[in-house]
């Protein structure tokens, strides 16, 4: 199936402008995190209060979450338990917050009729050593993550500059939809940075297919300057690319609008992400191996 038949657009010769909006992109993200004193972290960073409340009744995580909002508390995960009919409530904070907090959480479940008879099974407080500790835990992922790709892709096109380009453009993708979040102030959890590593995965692989094609191109386009060799391969994979999107693209709408508030932010940072990598893949990676081969030619000229 094919959604475009012959295109002949000339990405590279336009490598630049799309070089500015990614910069301008970056740009926008770094001024937001720093507007906003740093990225809102979660609990799983930053610490708080932890309760499992366990009830009588069959009770709705949604009325759950309703009635906390509507208590006033600021900043709140849940975790259901249901062969429990527990609730796991963990609250963003220091110890400060502890007694004021529970005083909330007993009033507001004690007004509705279907939480109303419950019993708070245990409070604990995660510390900020622990949230630091999760923390270097999330960027070594990420890190060992870009490494691995790094090495994979060189392997495979015996170059480390295919693993190098493809990193940035995943860098490229990550940062902008972290920059996305800082914009709207949305907690950065453990949830968000699997979404990321996902995103990762996702991008990669559009660059690789990509990658796979200029390879064989070179081979058999070899009397070709470079440019042209790498505009053919994007445009010959320019349809798989769309479609693979939009197919993603729809299943991520679904699970925004339908899949709860529990994955809210995480299809967020995948639909949001996915648009940006797939841009990356066709605007930016391929221009990335053009710079770096104009520059080691001229480089070997001297």
């Given at each position: ?243 693979t999107s939009l197919t993603v693209e729809m299943v991520l ?50």
């Amino acid at each position: 199936m094919r959604m475009l038949n012959k295109t002949n657009f000339d990405f590279i010769s336009k490598r630049h402008t799309f070089f500015g909006i990614s910069a301008a992109m970056i740009v926008i993200s770094i001024v937001s995190i720093l507007l906003h004193g740093g990225l809102n972290l979660g609990i799983d960073f930053k610490g708080g209060l932890m309760q499992e409340v366990r009830f009588t009744a069959p009770f709705q995580i949604e009325e759950v979450r309703k009635i906390l909002s509507e208590s006033g508390i600021p900043s709140f995960e849940l975790q259901s338990f249901p062969k429990k009919n527990s609730v796991l409530i963990r609250v963003k904070g220091d110890k400060d917050i502890a007694e004021s907090v529970t005083a909330k959480i007993r009033e507001g479940l004690a007004k509705s009729e279907t939480t109303k008879d419950f019993t708070i099974e245990r409070t604990e407080f995660v510390g900020p050593t622990v949230g630091a500790h999760l923390s270097t835990q999330a960027i070594w992922a990420i890190l060992l993550s870009f490494m691995g790709i790094i090495v994979y892709v060189a392997f495979r096109f015996k170059s480390a500059i295919w693993g190098i380009s493809g990193v940035v453009a995943l860098i490229h993708d990550v940062f902008i939809t972290l920059g996305l979040f800082s914009l709207l102030d949305k907690e950065i959890t453990l949830t968000i940075v699997a979404a990321f590593l996902t995103l990762a995965g996702y991008s990669i692989n559009d660059t690789i297919v990509i990658y796979d094609r200029i390879r064989e191109n070179i081979s058999l386009l070899r009397k070709d300057p470079l440019d042209k060799v790498l505009n053919v391969s994007v445009n010959q994979t320019l349809s798989r690319t769309i479609i693979t999107s939009l197919t993603v693209e729809m299943v991520l709408l679904t699970l925004y609008f339908f899949g709860g508030e529990v994955i809210h932010d995480f299809s967020l940072a995948l639909l949001f992400g996915c648009i940006i990598g797939t841009y990356s893949t066709v605007f930016v990676a391929s221009p990335i191996v053009y710079e770096w081969t104009l520059y080691r030619n001229k480089k070997n000229k001297k």
